[in-house]
Nanobody
């Protein structure tokens, strides 16, 4: 079983920055893909960014050039640096991790960008 705990969300003005963190615990094995999804009110949960254990990254087109995903394998932690935030980035952000073919999710952290 893997537990994921997110932190770093909050309220920021448009153009500002936030850094999300997600720490994974409870696993004796290396965690594979990790990533971030987001869900705005009344919308489906969408991919934001993913990163493999070897640091290969993938981003949604809407965040390319503004967001950066990274990870610390020694700490089983994934980060999302969000710059030049826009009101349309407002959503609950969820961390996800893949281990032995099973996907795990965090509880989510709210990001609100005011115009």
């Amino acid at each position: 079983q893997v537990q994921l705990v997110e932190s770093g969300g909050g309220l920021v003005q448009a153009g500002g920055s936030l850094r999300l963190s997600c720490a994974a615990s409870g696993s004796r094995f290396v965690i594979g893909h990790m990533g971030w999804y987001r869900q705005a009110p009344g919308k489906q949960r969408d991919l934001v960014a993913t990163i493999t254990s070897s640091a290969t990254t993938n981003y949604a087109d809407s965040v390319k050039g503004r967001f950066t995903i990274s990870r610390d394998n020694a700490k089983n932690t994934v980060y999302l640096q969000m710059n030049n935030l826009k009101p349309e980035d407002t959503a609950v952000y969820y961390c996800t991790a893949l281990r032995l073919g099973v996907s795990y999710w965090g509880q989510g952290t709210q990001v609100t960008v005011s115009s």
